[in-house]
């Protein structure tokens, strides 16, 4: 398994903005693809958004053109840059990573972070 840890979460204000980062630490092959979760109190956990390797990504509609997932390779790290965030935002959000790639072949893991409070209120 990979260790996650995630930081950059705290309380901002409704329009404000925070970036989250995920950092796989100790010395491990290159991850696959890397996603940002999030759970709000009483809700199921839902995916924000995703990145290959290759650097494609996918959101969840509700963060489309407000949220911005990227990962620098050689770091091993991901991150989130969220704008315009809004009350409905406020979660717990997640790092998992997906996957280990050595020498091209792919090795299943499935990794979590333990994630970080994000809270969005005046």
């Known amino acids: 398994q990979v260790q996650l840890v995630e930081s950059g979460g705290g309380l901002v204000q409704p329009g404000g903005s925070l970036r989250l980062s995920c950092e796989a630490s100790g010395s491990i092959p290159s991850i696959d693809s890397m996603y940002w979760f999030r759970q709000a109190p009483g809700k199921e956990r839902e995916l924000v958004a995703g990145?290959?390797?290759?650097?494609?990504?996918n959101y969840a509609d509700s963060v489309k053109a407000r949220f911005t997932i990227s990962r620098d390779n050689a770091k091993n790290t991901v991150y989130l840059q969220m704008n315009s965030l809004k009350p409905e935002d406020t979660a717990v959000y997640y790092c998992?990573?997906?996957?280990?790639?050595?020498?091209?072949?792919?090795?299943?893991?499935?990794?979590w972070g333990q994630g970080t409070q994000v809270t969005v209120s005046s």
């Open positions: 998992r990573a997906l996957g280990l790639i050595r020498a091209g072949v792919r090795i299943p893991v499935d990794s």
């Open positions: 990145i290959t390797s290759g650097g494609s990504t």
